[in-house]
């Protein structure tokens, strides 16, 4: 019969375990050169019934680091660490691998894609202007995208209600043309006329076209 305390406290060490919850932990995203870096957060949670602690994080690069607000995370407590992905002259597919030991004895491994590629939009001229005097006529800045259907232009603005900007497709789904006119040219003006994309999907991007009366 005295054995059944210290049967029951082994029972109760093995289910009282710390078990670590990731969100997501695998990521993927497309960016291009100019961006030059990228950082992904992945997020995680104690779902065990002991207090954890992160004991190592590693990389598989030396291009990607790891950074933790703190180490220690009781029962139910949440917290994120955040990968910073610098890209260099990299390009095309990347995969870069992130391995988290925690005091559970386990390790997960994260991973972080990105594809970095030319922009998928091209925005030709990114300047368009008129003298002042001059007559405002329309002046056109050509949009080409991507021929397999990725991206969609979902909005285009003015900065300035004086300066109008206008949508038209040349052809539906690849090549595009925002026609530009001032309401007139009697003074100077100056405005950003945004192209605004659905892609990539974890953070849109907008194009911007700098327009000016001078």
Not at 29 to 52: C, K
Not at 118 to 135: F, H
């Amino acid at each position: 019969m005295r054995r059944g305390p210290f049967i029951f406290s082994v029972l109760f060490a093995a289910v009282a375990h710390a078990q670590v919850v990731w969100e997501n932990p695998a990521q993927d995203f497309q960016r291009t050169p100019a961006d030059r870096e990228l950082t992904a957060t992945f997020a995680f949670r104690n779902g065990g019934e002991a207090t954890v602690t992160v004991t190592k994080v590693t990389s598989s690069c030396g291009c990607t680091t790891a950074e933790l607000a703190k180490k220690t995370f009781a029962p139910g407590e949440s917290g994120s660490l955040a990968a910073k992905f610098v890209f260099g002259a990299r390009r095309g597919m990347q995969s870069k691998v992130i391995a988290v030991a925690t005091s559970d004895g386990k390790t997960t491994q994260l991973t972080l894609r990105c594809l970095i590629a030319e922009d998928p939009v091209t925005v030709q001229p990114a300047l368009v202007w008129w003298r002042v005097g001059e007559a405002a006529k329309v002046k056109r800045v050509d949009l080409t995208l991507p021929a397999d259907g990725k991206v969609k232009i979902t909005a285009v603005a003015s900065t300035n209600p004086r300066i109008e900007a206008r949508l038209t497709a040349i052809e539906e789904g690849r090549r595009y043309a925002v026609e530009i006119r001032p309401v007139d040219t009697a003074r100077q003006e100056s405005a950003e006329v945004f192209v605004q994309t659905d892609f990539p999907p974890e953070g849109p991007k907008a194009y911007s076209v700098h327009v000016r009366v001078k």
